[in-house]
């Protein structure tokens, strides 16, 4: 869709709505979108007044299952065109010199969406090679303004991108290689000195999260060291690596999906770590903490990082609902005195809650515990404090007191 086929349509917010869009929140909601007299396109600008019909904020339709759009200015002059994307995309590449000049690590995010000025769509750096993701198909209409922007700013060997504007938000499947060099599969990066196997045409997810960075970091710095680890919902072991090469006596790693054993193992060899001498299994991880009660299995470091919500042919497992009880589970497998790295990256569940529900999880085993330390979204993931679903990751190191 080309800049004159869309619309500019204008709506009414009410005074809450307009109060909260002068303040800077950045969510499209549904109760706006809803005054429109005929349905919006994707892609579509939005012009929001407020009930005086004075001008509040624009910004652009798009479907995602956070909301309808996202707003992209408060100023009445500035017009939503390919230089507005060029300013904010160099100013995001500008911000990120600190992890540019970092010869320890070259993954990370280079443009994370509202926080960086343009909701709807990141961008990550994997060894010189970058990965656009689009979340609705409303800025993905806008996709030439974000390659222009893209290889104007920074020389990527290629460019991939991902389409996660489906039923929910779910993937695009595609192939995703879009322009340069296709990238070695798998391609192998640096991450505060050890290296990881990312794929970055296989599928909505490349091998890796890279706003746990930091987290991973204190791991192999602080709390790996001849200690005995277990990593649930492993994914492809990113933390049992990361404790490996940090010390640990050995490390256990559990998911229940059978390319996670492949993936953990080439993990460990990326680090000349041997994996016979590792533990790796492909079980439901509720399984698994019934085989480790009924074998007296303990552990001195727990790693839990579950999905927001996963399915199993047993169970569901949603974090608002049961991380109580998977991480009860988990204190009676910790050993005295032992850490456990509760983490979740649900962005309606606040950091309050979230401990709260660590309270609850320990008052029921009958253990003291302390929180050690807390994380949040790194600096290369900054988000806004009007929008504060946008700071999404909590994670705290917290010991069993006995």
Avoid: C
């Avoid at 794929?199 to 490349?206: E, V």
């Amino acid at each position: 869709m080309s800049t004159l086929d869309r619309l500019n349509v204008t709506l009414q917010a009410d005074s809450r709505l307009a109060a909260l869009y002068k303040k800077g929140f950045p969510l499209i909601e549904q109760e706006l979108v809803d005054q429109a007299e005929e349905p919006l396109q994707e892609g579509d600008l939005v012009t929001i007044e407020d009930e005086r019909g004075e001008f509040v904020a624009k910004g652009y339709y798009g479907q995602q299952n956070k909301g309808r759009g996202w707003v992209l200015s408060t100023k009445k002059q500035e017009e939503i065109n390919a230089s507005l994307f060029m300013q904010r995309i160099q100013k995001a590449v500008a911000m990120r010199g600190q992890l540019f000049a970092d010869e320890q690590t070259n993954a990370f995010r280079l443009f994370n969406g509202e926080g960086d000025g343009i909701g709807g769509i990141t961008i990550d750096f994997y060894a010189e090679y970058g990965v656009i993701t689009y979340y609705s198909e409303g800025i993905y209409s806008m996709k030439e303004w974000v390659m222009e922007a893209v290889e104007r700013t920074y020389p990527f060997i290629g460019i991939y991108e991902k389409k996660r504007f489906a039923n929910k938000g779910t993937y695009v499947e595609d192939d995703d290689f879009v322009s340069g060099e296709e990238a070695p599969e798998p391609l192998a990066i640096l991450e505060n000195g050890i290296s990881y196997a990312v794929y970055l045409n296989d599928g909505p997810m490349t091998g890796i999260f890279l706003d746990q960075r930091e987290v991973r970091k204190r791991i192999h710095e602080h709390y790996a060291k001849g200690k005995t680890v277990l990593n649930t919902f492993s994914y492809t072991g990113a933390f049992s690596v990361a404790a490996a090469t940090g010390g640990a006596s050995e490390t256990t790693s559990v998911d229940l999906a059978s390319r996670s054993k492949e993936r953990t193992i080439e993990q460990f060899q990326m680090n000349e770590v041997d994996p016979e001498e590792q533990r790796i299994h492909v079980m439901d991880v509720f399984d698994y903490f019934k085989y480790a009660q009924k074998k007296s299995l303990a552990f001195d470091l727990v790693v839990l990082d579950p999905p927001s919500f996963a399915r199993s042919k047993k169970q569901t497992f949603s974090v608002a609902k049961d991380y109580p009880s998977l991480l009860s589970q988990a204190i009676a497998i910790t050993e005295e005195n032992g850490v456990i790295v509760a983490s979740t990256n649900n962005s309606v569940l606040g950091m309050r809650k979230f401990k709260t529900f660590v309270e609850q999880a320990f008052k029921s085993q009958k253990v003291d515990y302390t929180i050690l330390e807390e994380f949040t979204v790194p600096v290369d993931y900054p988000y806004l404090n009007q929008y504060k679903e946008s700071n999404y990751l909590k994670v705290l190191f917290i010991q069993r007191e006995d």
